[in-house]
């Protein structure tokens, strides 16, 4: 009897890195996620944009969601045959939560500061906030390889 071989895509790829919640740390992140997506083979664009989000996430993580001594993780999750890069950046902050920000934030030159997740809404597919227990909170995007 014949039977159908399913098509195996590639594998799933992981990466993940506990960084100290300092400006260095989130410059880490940013320069970690660039080489990681490099080594994988995923293409500029995406390399970039993930590039962007994992700076302000990794930003946010540092500025508004630090404790003493206690450090936040990046995660990286590429499925290469959907074409899907999940970013995830994890705090010990659950009570500073990260919402989306109104739609007219972005046209206010004024206001000081809160464009980082405006920027991460206009460059990932999706992005949420779900909580980290006992006490964090994790920040996820998911990007989209439009070239994939």
């Not at 919640?21 to 994988?40: F, K, P």
């Not at 659950?94 to 809160?114: E, F, N, Q, W």
């Not at 460059?123 to 994939?148: F, N, Q």
């Amino acid at each position: 009897m014949d039977h159908a071989t399913p098509q195996v895509g590639a594998p799933t790829r992981t990466f993940t890195q506990l960084l100290s919640s300092t400006r260095r740390g989130a410059r880490l992140a940013r320069l970690l996620t660039v080489t990681e997506l490099r080594l994988w083979g995923v293409s500029q664009d995406l390399t970039e944009r993930a590039e962007s989000v994992v700076a302000e996430l990794a930003a946010n993580a540092v500025l508004h969601s630090r404790l003493p001594g206690r450090c936040f993780r990046l995660t990286l999750v590429l499925a290469p045959s959907a074409g899907r890069l999940r970013v995830e950046v994890t705090d010990p902050r659950g009570d500073v939560l990260s919402h989306i920000p109104p739609a007219d934030a972005a046209l206010d030159p004024l206001r000081p500061g809160g464009r980082g997740l405006s920027l991460v809404t206009a460059l990932a597919d999706h992005w949420d906030t779900v909580p980290y227990p006992p006490s964090g909170k994790t920040v996820r995007a998911e990007l989209i390889d439009t070239g994939a």
